[in-house]
């Protein structure tokens, strides 16, 4: 059983920067594919990004290609999401999840283990 904490959200002004960091304990890190996915109010959790087991494999949605950068420490049992050039439109509870399989996947059903979230707010 793995357990995910994420941490580092908060209120920024549209074109602010955050970082979020999910802890992984319980589990052998390194053998999960890791994502983020997020949840506007009213709308359906989505996609953001992925990271493959080793780190050097990575798949982004659309909406954030060049803006976010998901990373992992696997000496830390940890994984990233830099997230620059923020737009209201980011605005969401932010949940990390674990995948014990092997291909990068943006499919929310294969992700075995999910965090409870944390909250991002962006100004305009």
């Known amino acids: 059983q793995v357990q995910l904490v994420e941490s580092g959200g908060g209120l920024v002004q549209a074109g602010g920067s955050l970082r979020l960091s999910c802890a992984a304990s319980g589990g052998t890190f390194r053998s999960y594919v890791m994502a983020w996915f997020r949840q506007a109010p009213g709308k359906e959790r989505e996609f953001v990004a992925a990271v493959s087991r080793n780190g050097a494999s990575t798949t982004y949605a659309d909406s954030v290609k060049g803006r976010f950068t998901t990373s992992r420490g696997n000496a830390k049992n940890t994984v990233y999401l830099q997230m620059n050039s923020l737009k209201p439109e980011d605005t969401a509870v932010y949940y990390c999840?674990?995948?014990?399989?092997?291909?990068?996947?943006?499919?929310?059903?294969?992700?075995?283990?999910w965090g409870r979230g944390t909250q991002v707010t962006v100004s305009s």
């Open positions: 999840a674990a995948d014990n399989g092997v291909q990068l996947t943006t499919t929310q059903m294969a992700y075995d283990y």
